[in-house]
């Protein structure tokens, strides 16, 4: 028998080749082991990243939040509310999607639905009232059952108990409403006195500021039918008269001096009546 050789040259040829194939082999598994890593800190960094720190906390079942001393203690069945402070609608129980944030908002509320109250106290004593809308210091802070209401600014419909479909914009608008509806008060203190008068618009400051009870009044501008007290009135830039109804009053004698109203002048109305302008 003769033994195999080799030259010396295959030999080393050989080994060298087995030696690089170890060397890429294990610079493969280096780097899907670097890779596998790198992946794995990624992730890990990516769910720190979007996890909260410390945890969100506030969160109760049907998708209620409550943050805050007593808020929304007395929950049962009600889902969809958010209550961030003192009290804030700490007597709810099947009330749902009504956002109180102040301290003492919607503290009253049972079972009123979809109302936001923002401010202190604001729509604090509302207990069945829905659809209301409260943005200020007190606003609609004595709303019982009244709804789709809009009060923004401090004492913005306060002392509204049971009417509706009330818009009071700027400092005590409607302030002493009760049971009054379909009023339009935009301005500081406009409509202030009106308790049960209804379907009043008034803008200015101070307009219609002295109506209680009257219906269907319109007072345009600063002070606008101010002493108005009867129905029925339209009144731009006049502070208007006590107890009078069936009025238009436009402008004020001695401030306003001239008038100009077109389609007027040259035209015959058959069986017209002649207007006296004063």
């Known amino acids: ?38 992946l794995l800190s990624c992730l890990a960094l990516s769910a720190t990243a979007l996890a909260v720190d410390p945890p969100a906390d506030g969160g109760y079942p049907n998708q209620n939040t409550a943050e805050g001393t007593e808020a929304l203690l007395e929950l049962t069945t009600g889902a969809d509310n958010t209550a961030l402070g003192y009290v804030a609608l700490s007597h709810t129980t099947t009330g749902y999607q009504n956002t109180a944030v102040g301290s003492s908002t919607l503290a009253a509320n049972t079972t009123g639905a979809l109302n936001v109250a923002v401010g202190y106290a604001a729509l604090q004593n509302n207990t069945i009232g829905s659809n209301n809308i409260a943005v200020g210091l007190a606003a609609l802070q004595n709303n019982t059952s009244g709804f789709s209401n809009i009060g923004v600014g401090p004492s913005a419909l306060q002392l509204n108990s049971s009417g509706v479909f ?79 109804s069936g009025q238009i009053i436009i402008g004020t004698r001695k401030v306003q001096t001239s008038a100009m109203v077109a389609g007027i002048n040259g035209v015959t109305v058959p069986g017209g009546v002649g207007v006296v302008v004063d």
Request: charged share 10%.
């Open 1 to 38: 028998e003769r033994a195999l050789t080799f030259p010396v040259s295959t030999v080393h040829f050989w080994s060298a080749a087995f030696l690089l194939v170890r060397r890429r082999l294990a610079w493969k598994n280096q780097t899907m082991k670097t890779n596998s890593l790198i």
């Open 166 to 244: 009330n818009t009071a914009l700027g400092l005590q608008a409607l302030g002493f409403n009760t049971a009054g509806s379909n009023n339009v008060a935009i301005g500081q203190e406009a409509m202030i006195s009106n308790q049960t008068g209804s379907v009043n618009t008034a803008v200015g400051i101070g307009a219609l500021g002295a109506n209680t009870q009257g219906n269907n009044n319109i007072g345009l501008g600063n002070g606008a039918g101010k002493s108005c007290t009867g129905d029925n009135n339209i009144v731009i830039g006049h502070p208007g008269h006590v107890g009078k």
